[in-house]
């Protein structure tokens, strides 16, 4: 069993072959699903945001190139493990900053350089990877949602920003799985959602999901933070991350930063919610790609209505950096990290 809890929402979907996932960009006005089982239709579907959130990207990503061996016309091994080292290059990609993916992909290379006898071994083994991965995003979402919910008092408003929700992942989420799971064991809470401009992913995609929930949620502009913090209406602040160092910096959503900052300064609690295979265990600061998107993404609202100068120059970074000394501890599937972040980080990894 996968998960002890209801599973309302599921972002991805292994469907005999092919990848099945809800087409988050039409999120909430419709609740579409594709399917394929081609990687680069898989990761053009990252790139352009219908998968989205660190974890969801990891495992689309390798059920892509499980995908891509399943389906696979040859049976030469040598030849489908290239078409697979192909797909891998393609979907590694797709998003820089998301350590998740390329963790997902380190598995699938790993399984792909074992030795096989035949193409039906291969993709067995493959496919069985994949899988694992997969039900390994909800069962670490649902311990993780177990170990954050013992910081969440009976009262508590929560704020939230972007989607770590079962949008972000496979299901559950990791920010939402703390929310979700605090809910369920009868803890009267109540969530605010940060709009999470440019792409909205809190107004369209956290919202959707909580009030499928029934979990009480107000959605409020990225820049009334500092007013609902100052008006004493938030009593924590839980995000998630798409990638963090060994020395506790978070590198999550834009805004992320800004709200955790603001947070310190009402000494309210600022939590971070991951799995560990969103650590990074090599990375240095320095060496943090952060991605920069489409200026269109800023100059339009969800591509249609121009809000300003067709041409005006625009600073999309789609990632900030919260410091570690912002972070009051983060929450992952074997326990709550506390500082100092250097120190307790490497101890939970056993490096």
Known sequence: MMSAYPIKVKALEWANGSVRWINTKLLPE??????????????RAIEDM????APAIGVAAALAVAATVYNAPSEDVAQVKSLAFKAIERLRRTRPTAYNLFWSLMQIEDALRKDYTSVDELRKAVVEKALQLYKMDIEVNARIGENGEKLIEDGDTILTHCNAGALATVALGTALAII?????????????ATETRPVLQGARLTVWELKKEGIPVTLITDNMVGYVMYKGMVNKVIVGADRILLDGHVINKIGTYTIAVVAQRHRIPFYVAAPTSTIDPRASLDSVVIEERNPDEVRRVMGKLLITIVDVPVHNPSFDITPPDLVTSIVTERGVVEPPYTINIRKMLGL
């Open 180 to 192: 979700r799971i605090a809910w369920y064991k009868g803890k009267k809470i109540k969530v605010i």
């Open 50 to 53: 219908e998968i989205r959130g």
């Open 30 to 43: 419709a609740e579409v699903y594709e399917e394929s089982s081609d990687y680069e239709r898989i990761a």
